[in-house]
């Protein structure tokens, strides 16, 4: 890699990091400075996206614990909730169009529904990092948080995985017996110590794993999700999920760049991505907020949780990549989303700051909404 690249990106997630953002968007910013420059991506950054990617898919599936999405207001929160934003989000995108606006362009049903599903997502890394700031991992609400984003990043990768015009081979039904290695991978796990060993095993269990499905005709990122599964609730999945952490973020600084590095925003790109965000993540909070009291949530609870998850995601913006590859929508609408998930990081920091505080203020209001 460029050593240009990790200068642009070191020194633009540093200052990011310093006004209290997530570092990617700097490596975002990067991407455009990069892009300003003259300077083009290349195979060496592309293959360090997809590695990325596919290390947050399996460390994913390592943190996968099924007993915890069965609950109702983790499961029914993220169906419903997506199910609503979309068909609104569709119904917005398409009105231009139908009224002669061309300023977003001639969006169809289908470009549209495949921004408003990149859009449906919330972040992963930004709940995590402001939950922890917080100590709140272990609490009701964080818990809840992290279980609905779980089930949005479970619908993201079927959606990669069909997104993709590859056929499954016949091969592909040997991958039925991966379950009778578990235990044999499991011993591997426990006696690879606690050093590089062990992030040399679970680096290869995920890139040699997607390979492994690549092979049959089945997705990559599939297959790296799959093994991750395999191995989770294991007495080393966890400290194997932690030990690729600072890894994964790596190689994710790849993926980032690589989406900003391709074209600089325009005045247009600007105004939507403002407008997505004013306009659309109250929206979002509204409707994560009124779907978690129905579920018989406090209102504390539902507040706390829907203030973590109004926000885009970084998995929107690998949803929409794969919608630029496949020809569905521009390559105008990438960037527009990266922008959007940017500003929504910085409105969701200070949000989310005062939460609390917030809370103090409208509680006698917001628990007009509890069920009894």
């Known amino acids: 890699m460029d050593p240009l690249w990790l200068l642009v990106a070191l020194v633009l997630g540093f200052i990011a990091q310093q006004i209290r953002l997530p570092p990617l968007v700097g490596f975002l910013s990067a991407g455009f400075a990069l892009h300003a420059l003259g300077i083009e991506g290349g195979p060496v950054l592309e293959k360090f996206a997809d590695v990325g990617v596919t290390l947050l898919l399996f460390t994913i599936g390592l943190k996968l614990r099924l007993r915890s999405l069965l609950a109702p207001e983790v499961w029914r929160t993220a169906s419903i909730h997506m199910a609503l934003l979309i068909v609104m989000l569709v119904v917005l995108l398409v ?143 966890d400290e194997l999920s932690r030990s690729l952490l600072n890894l994964k973020d790596l190689f994710l600084t790849g993926f980032f760049l690589s989406i900003g590095i391709n074209a600089l925003p325009t005045m247009i790109d600007i105004v939507i991505a403002v407008g997505l965000v004013l306009l659309v993540l109250p929206i979002k909070a509204v409707l994560f907020f009124g779907i978690l009291t129905r579920s018989r949530l406090r209102a504390r609870t539902a507040y706390l949780s829907a203030a973590s998850l109004a926000n885009y995601s970084e998995f929107g913006l690998i949803v929409a990549a794969v919608g630029v590859g496949a020809g569905w929508i521009d390559q105008q609408w990438l960037m527009i989303i990266a922008i959007s998930l940017s500003f929504s990081f910085v409105l969701g920091s200070v949000v989310n700051a005062h939460a609390h505080d917030l809370y103090a203020t409208f509680e006698h209001y917001l628990h007009s909404f509890k069920t009894e």
């Open 95 to 237: 009105i231009p169009t139908l009224i002669g606006l061309s300023w977003l362009g001639a969006l169809d049903w289908q470009a549209a529904a495949v921004i408003a599903f990149a859009l449906s997502f919330s972040s992963t890394v930004f709940a995590v990092k402001t939950l922890e700031e917080r100590g709140e991992m272990k609490s009701r609400h964080g818990q809840v948080a992290i279980g609905i984003l779980i089930i949005q990043d479970i619908i993201a990768v079927i959606f990669l995985t069909f997104a993709t015009d590859k056929s499954p081979t016949l091969w592909a039904l040997a991958l039925l017996s991966l379950p009778f290695f578990r235990q044999v991978f499991n011993h591997f796990m426990e006696r690879s110590g606690h050093g590089e060993v062990l992030i040399l095993f679970g680096m290869f269990m995920a890139i040699g794993g997607g390979e492994l499905f690549d092979l049959v005709g089945m997705k990559a990122d599939f297959g790296a999700l799959i093994i991750g599964i395999m191995l989770s609730g294991q007495r080393k999945s």
